[in-house]
């Protein structure tokens, strides 16, 4: 497809992450019907949303990377967590022409995204649980990679307090993907008294793209006068605030003010924007895979050299 005509529909499909039923998107998903084409040893299914599917995107370069993989690219924009597990089940394990069981092959899967339903956080940890246990029990391994940076002084979602509990959102989702949480604290209701994590629950490799070469790291700082106008008419805060004791609340307000005053730098650069804060451009893709490169499996036969040259190559253009 055209890159203009793919950037064109992402205007009309592409995620805004504005709430919607989580089963809206994968509900009728009808069986897979297509098949790896080479006799590669490793066989790579990338699975998510938006920034997945994009055309000659991340996908596109891990396969130019590695030289021991053919990559199948089954990821659906506008797709939230649950949705991308039903997009699994229909275009992999009820599709007729892949054989999970051929000794001569190794799959994995490549999973990257959540933020269609982020206001939701521990359901997609929990959905994404979920799925990986489906892979794993499959004979399947993951390779997980965090959702990417993200947000705008443009955007409404990232005015005043509401961005900190966006960022606060995407970081509980990073953070499990990661495994730096506690089943409470990445799944809360949802974790029904687990206490600790099970190798089949999280992926086998797992990649930081949140803080990684994707961000916005020398971003001006918003203006603190103004952060705290916008934190005395919060009213949510201040309820949260004031239930606390005095030590706890100073400590609090200040980690806050902190927090939506260095904002800017969790944002997505912008010479890696396509056409919103959200998807990143060919560029953005490039160092998704250069930055995951180092982390991927051996068996894969990735070339870093290679995909940090290519970016090289570009700035030199």
Not at 180 to 206: F, H, I, M, Q
Not at 286 to 313: F, Q, S
Request: hydrophobic residues 40%.
């Amino acid at each position: 497809m055209n890159h203009r005509l793919f950037v064109l529909s992402f205007l009309v499909a592409a995620i805004s992450t504005v709430p919607v039923s989580a089963k809206v998107w994968g509900e009728n998903e009808a069986p897979g019907d297509w098949s790896f084409k080479t006799d590669k040893p490793v066989r790579v299914i990338v699975i998510g949303g938006s920034v997945s599917e994009f055309n000659q995107g991340y996908s596109d370069w891990i396969g130019r990377t590695c030289r021991n993989v053919e990559v199948v690219n089954v990821a659906k924009a506008r797709y939230g967590s649950w949705g991308i597990g039903k997009r699994f089940e229909a275009q992999v394990l009820a599709n007729p022409n892949i054989d999970l069981k051929d000794p001569n092959r190794s799959y994995w899967v490549v999973l990257q995204g959540g933020l269609n339903n982020i206001w939701e956080p521990a359901r997609v940890n929990n959905d994404f649980m979920e799925l990986f246990r489906l892979i794993h029990s499959k004979g399947m391994k993951v390779v997980g990679l965090s959702l990417s940076p993200w947000g705008s002084d443009k955007d409404k979602r990232w005015v005043g307090i509401d961005a900190v509990r966006n960022q606060d959102r995407t970081r509980q989702c990073v953070d499990w993907m990661l495994g730096r949480l506690t089943p409470g604290e990445a799944l809360g209701k949802y974790a029904a008294g687990k206490k600790s994590w099970d190798p089949a629950d999280l992926p086998d490799v797992a990649i930081d793209l949140y803080d990684s070469p994707l961000r916005d790291v020398n971003a001006r700082p918003r203006p603190a006068a103004d952060i705290k106008a916008r934190m005395a008419r919060d009213k949510q805060l201040n309820r949260e605030l004031s239930a606390l004791p005095q030590q706890s609340r100073d400590a609090r307000y200040q980690k806050i003010m902190k927090q939506a005053v260095e904002m800017p730098k969790w944002f997505l650069r912008p010479e890696l924007q396509s056409f919103d804060h959200i998807h990143p451009n060919r560029e953005g893709h490039r160092i998704i895979v250069e930055t995951a490169c180092p982390k991927l499996p051996a068996e894969w036969g990735c070339d870093c050299t290679y995909i940090r040259n290519a970016g090289k190559k570009a700035a030199s253009r």
